[in-house]
């Protein structure tokens, strides 16, 4: 029997990435709040979408693959390296179960090597982790 999902992946990946104590809750899809908020924590932003369906040589199947990317944004670059090795605890962790709760049962978790990069116009460091799940 298949378990029922009542989350959809974007919603569980939220929640797991907010209890990181590094990023206090601040978790954001696409794009930082336009409201000035405080730039003296790290933060996170992530791009994902709703996915590909998996498919066999006869028709499509109820799994998904799920492209997304990891932004880890700090004025420092030790906080970046440490917040985003917390990130990536957190990714391989969930692998083997369901997400959030009642999100997704993740069967893979596939990352690349982390990017560290320099913004010069905000004055701060990030850290790119881009990533591929099953469920």
Same mark, same amino acid.
């Given at each position: 029997?298949?378990?029922?999902?009542?989350?959809?992946?974007?919603?569980?990946? $939220?929640?797991? #990435?907010? !209890?990181?104590?590094?990023?206090?809750?601040?978790?954001?899809? &696409?794009?930082?709040?336009?409201?000035? =908020?405080?730039?003296?924590?790290?933060?996170?932003?992530?791009?994902?979408?709703?996915?590909?369906? $998996?498919?066999? #040589?006869? !028709?499509?199947?109820?799994?998904?693959?799920?492209?997304?990317? &990891?932004?880890?944004?700090?004025?420092? =670059?030790?906080?970046?390296?440490?917040?985003?090795?917390?990130?990536?605890?957190?990714?391989?962790?969930?692998?083997?179960?369901?997400?959030?709760?009642?999100?997704?049962?993740?069967?893979?978790?596939?990352?690349?090597?982390?990017?560290?990069?320099?913004?010069?116009?905000?004055?701060?460091?990030?850290?790119?982790?881009?990533?591929?799940?099953?469920?």
């Amino acid at each position: 029997m298949e378990r029922e999902v009542d989350m959809n992946f974007e919603a569980a990946l $939220t929640i797991e #990435l907010e !209890s990181i104590p590094a990023l206090n809750n601040r978790v954001y899809p &696409l794009a930082a709040p336009e409201e000035k =908020f405080n730039l003296t924590q790290p933060y996170l932003i992530f791009v994902s979408s709703a996915g590909l369906r $998996t498919r066999d #040589l006869d !028709s499509y199947q109820s799994g998904k693959t799920v492209k997304g990317e &990891l932004n880890v944004i700090a004025p420092r =670059f030790g906080d970046v390296v440490t917040t985003m090795t917390s990130v990536i605890d957190k990714l391989v962790s969930m692998e083997q179960r369901a997400i959030g709760g009642t999100g997704p049962f993740i069967q893979e978790i596939v990352y690349r090597q982390p990017v560290e990069m320099y913004e010069d116009k905000p004055k701060l460091y990030r850290s790119l982790v881009e990533f591929e799940v099953y469920f």
